[in-house]
């Protein structure tokens, strides 16, 4: 298995700013960003190939940005201002497609935006 390891989350104020980093014992041609709100399903965040051609949900699209350092093995998540509703567990996934996740998933990171 491969392991993902995801940190940088945190309590935050509307309009602030947070970095979140995905740790990865192998990087993936395919990385990408979900999250989980709680009573709400999981739902894409942002992917990016190693190309580095990237895809975001509408809502994340202006505000938030996915990167890559193949040399770090490292996925990272640039999150401008950040929103209540953004307030989620935020997961690192490795592998799949532009429209299928990946079998790799990290534990969750929690990232909590106050008003």
């Known amino acids: 298995q491969v392991q993902l390891v995801e940190s940088g989350g945190g309590l935050v104020q509307a309009g602030g700013s947070l970095r979140l980093s995905c740790a990865a014992s192998?990087?993936?041609?395919?990385m990408g960003w979900y999250r989980q709100a709680p009573g709400k399903q999981r739902e894409l965040v942002a992917r990016i190939f190693s190309d580095g051609s990237t895809k975001y949900a509408d809502s994340m699209k202006g505000r938030f940005t996915i990167s890559r350092d193949n040399a770090k093995r490292t996925v990272y998540l640039q999150m401008n201002s950040l929103k209540p509703e953004d307030t989620a567990v935020y997961y690192c996934?490795?592998?799949?497609?532009?429209?299928?996740?990946?079998?790799?998933w990290g534990q969750g990171t929690q990232v909590t935006v106050s008003s």
């Open positions: 192998v990087i993936m041609f395919t």
């Open positions: 996934n490795g592998g799949g497609s532009w429209t299928v996740p990946g079998g790799s």
